[in-house]
């Protein structure tokens, strides 16, 4: 009789388990961890990582995020599909992106951001419907990439002609030994959004050592002897200096949203 009643209770009990793993949301047991570098990336860098707590045969999807280790609001970039072998894990090699989308996502604007030190994350979910970053999921892997934005100032930028010579001194932390680059563009508002574009008359300097960098830049002659041609073609538009971070190709790290920007006023 004892037997019989043991024997009902670890059946009762296996019922129990089973009915609370079956209850257990997808991907509420995940855990991503690093196998490799996660720091110092440049885009197109293979980051590999080791996946978790999955179920056997479970299919995973990891994507990237910008906007840091946060998962609010987040809109999947580039999404990978992996599947977790008999034991729920499952190695993955991600390629490192260099931008990704930011929050919020209006369903209007792609808004991208990007990828610097504390910019990025890499994220798992076992839910394909749970890619904008909501659902269960483990808390994402940091991106680290090599050289944060640059800041700078710039002197003068007020009754400005063509011709004239601009000093600009910045940072870039995490960039030493890389190339800024530093141009006139021109700076457009829309949805509270900003962007540049037509970006023209380029200076290079290199970030030293101890993170800054300084250097002259010259403006634009101009069209027909009007050196604000160019900066008022439209609603909104305006000429400025801006300034970023290139790769050792010479192609630029950041993207044009969130560059840091410098308004110039031309003399009327």
Not at 8 to 37: E, F, H, K, Q, Y
Not at 209 to 220: E, H, K, S, W
């Amino acid at each position: 009789m004892v037997r019989r009643t043991i024997l009902a209770l670890v059946a009762v009990l296996a019922l129990v388990l089973a009915s609370g793993a079956c209850d257990r949301p997808a991907g509420s047991g995940l855990d991503i961890r690093a196998v490799g570098p996660t720091s110092g990336l440049e885009p197109g860098d293979l980051v590999e990582v080791r996946i978790s707590g999955a179920d056997p045969g479970q299919t995973l999807y990891l994507y990237q995020c910008a906007g840091g280790p946060t998962r609010s609001g987040c809109r999947a970039d580039g999404r990978m599909a992996v599947v977790a072998g008999p034991g729920g894990a499952a190695t993955a090699h991600w390629r490192a992106q260099g931008t990704a989308y930011a929050s919020p996502y209006d369903g209007f604007n792609d808004m991208t951001e990007g990828c610097r030190p504390d910019r990025c994350s890499l994220n798992v979910t076992a839910r394909i419907e749970d890619l904008n970053g909501t659902g269960p999921q483990p808390p994402p892997l940091a991106l680290r990439f090599a050289g944060d934005r640059a800041t700078f100032s710039a002197t003068p930028t007020r009754d400005l002609t063509g011709g004239q010579r601009i000093s600009v001194t910045g940072r870039a932390p995490g960039a030493e030994g890389r190339r800024v680059r530093i141009a006139r563009a021109l700076d457009s508002t829309s949805r509270n959004e900003r962007y540049i574009q037509k970006v023209g008359g380029s200076v290079y300097v290199t970030v030293g050592r101890d993170g800054t960098f300084r250097g002259t830049f010259t403006l634009p002659a101009g069209v027909a002897g009007d050196p604000t041609a160019g900066c008022s073609e439209g609603f909104n538009l305006s000429c400025v200096l801006t300034a970023w971070v290139v790769k050792a190709d010479g192609s630029a790290i950041d993207t044009s949203f969130g560059r840091p920007l410098v308004a110039l006023d031309y003399r009327r």
